[in-house]
């Protein structure tokens, strides 16, 4: 990353947290196909909200950094990985910084006449320790979403 002179960004005297965003700032997220990769495990990064592109409806975009630095975007539009991790995010089970496993696992012979058949997945999540914060009034604020 660059300034506007051209010049690499200078990271001196940044907090860990701070170089840590201008990474993830730099990541090229690819879209998730799981013929490619049928699973992976890594660090929900971000979430997009109502995403309406691809002409599959309004969904989430889960931004996802992988062990090997590599990240990947899951568009949530098919109906079962959305029932698995919609309610998670509302019950706030998942957020930013808590780790996340998804497997594709293979598509399933719908059971409503004249559907498609069904992309099968299992999510997996284990929610991080919140990272404690100190607001400017000295006061401690818990909170990793």
């Known amino acids: ?5 051209g010049k690499p960004f200078d990271r001196r005297g940044l907090s860990d947290e ?5 990474d993830q700032s730099e990541t090229n997220y690819v879209g998730w196909n799981p013929e490619d990769m049928p699973q992976f495990v890594g660090t929900l990064s971000d979430i997009a909200e109502d995403c309406d592109c691809g002409g ?4 989430k975009i889960l931004f996802v950094d992988l062990p090997n630095g ?6 949530v539009f098919h109906t079962t990985l959305r029932s698995q991790i919609e309610p998670k995010l509302k019950a706030g089970r998942l957020g930013i910084g808590d780790l996340i ?3 594709h696992l293979g598509t399933q012979e719908s059971r409503v006449k ?3 058949d069904m ?13 404690t914060r100190y607001l400017p009034t000295g006061e401690v604020e818990y909170d990793n979403r």
Do not use: F
Not at 119 to 131: D, E, L, S
């Open 119 to 131: 992309n099968m997945y299992r999510v997996v999540t284990r929610p991080q320790q919140p990272k």
């Open 18 to 22: 701070m170089k840590s965003m201008l």
């Open 70 to 75: 590599a990240g990947v975007a899951v568009h």
């Open 114 to 116: 004249g559907h498609n």
């Open 56 to 59: 599959y409806g309004s969904h």
């Open 101 to 103: 496993a998804i497997s």
């Open 1 to 5: 990353m660059t300034d506007e002179s």
